[in-house]
């Protein structure tokens, strides 16, 4: 049998720490963990190596695509590509992504890229140097050119881009025709999605060209892809005339 201390030394133990617990602040409750964010739909390369670019003819050329451009100071030469249809090439957003395609490194301040409203009242709409730039595909995004200014380009009015290169004081030029054409058929377009059936669908039947290569051939939305998208990438240009002038990188 415990001595009478013991047990009130006991009690007296146990409501001191009773009096601690209920002291001590309560814990918050756990933030519940955020939901992952989706990955865009991406079409397989098989079932995007079905699709083929519809053209929708104007009846206008649409421009000079090709250029090769020697180069001093014991630099390669370079071939510039533009990646655009012969036709006038159709876009369906305020600011698409626009690609081309060089044969060698370009170095800071030796390409320049032009857009140019080319309708009345004609105007040069942005002009700016480029940074060095890697061989192979290249792209600029108009919605976020230069300081992150956004290029919108007004519906129903041809513009024409320009990218040259630089050899000493002459200026080298591709210069292609884009139209922005406001789409009852692309009402439901979401660039976000990327390369998702739907989308590559509505953007193939409507001949759409800016966006059907975006996001067929660069699904990720960058540079660098999966190899099997190379395949994908030169059926879009055979169908274009383009297969023939770039060598896949």
């Known amino acids: 049998m415990n001595a009478p201390g013991s047990f009130f030394a006991s009690v007296a133990c146990m409501a001191a720490l009773a009096t601690a617990v209920l002291a001590e602040p309560a814990a918050p ?79 800071p301040q030796e390409m320049l890229f032009e857009l140019e409203r080319t309708e009345e009242p004609a105007k040069n709409v942005i002009s700016i140097k480029l940074g060095a730039l890697p061989a192979g595909f290249n792209a600029i995004d108009l919605a976020q050119v230069g300081k992150g200014q956004k290029i919108r380009l007004e519906a129903g009015v041809e513009y024409e881009w320009v990218l040259s290169c630089f050899s000493g004081e002459k200026k080298n030029s591709v210069k292609v025709k884009i139209d922005r054409r406001n789409d009852l058929d ?38 660098s892809v999966a190899a099997e998208y190379a395949g994908i990438r030169q ?15």
């Open 29 to 107: 409750p756990a933030k519940p963990k955020p939901e992952p964010v989706p990955a865009a739909p991406q079409v397989s390369p098989e079932r995007a190596a079905m699709y083929r670019f519809m053209a929708k003819r104007s009846g206008k050329p649409g421009g000079q695509r090709t250029r090769g451009v020697t180069r001093g100071e014991g630099k390669p030469m370079i071939k510039l590509v533009a990646i655009a249809p012969e036709a006038v090439g159709v876009t369906h957003l305020e600011s698409p992504r626009i690609w081309w395609w060089q044969s060698a490194a370009t170095e």
């Open 186 to 223: 692309l009402a439901d377009f979401k660039p976000e999605q990327g390369g998702g059936p739907k989308n590559i669908a509505a953007l193939s039947e409507a001949g759409n060209w800016y966006e059907l290569f975006d996001a067929v051939a660069f699904p990720a939305k960058v540079e």
């Open 235 to 249: 059926r879009l240009l055979d169908q274009v005339g383009l297969g023939g002038e770039i060598k896949a990188p």
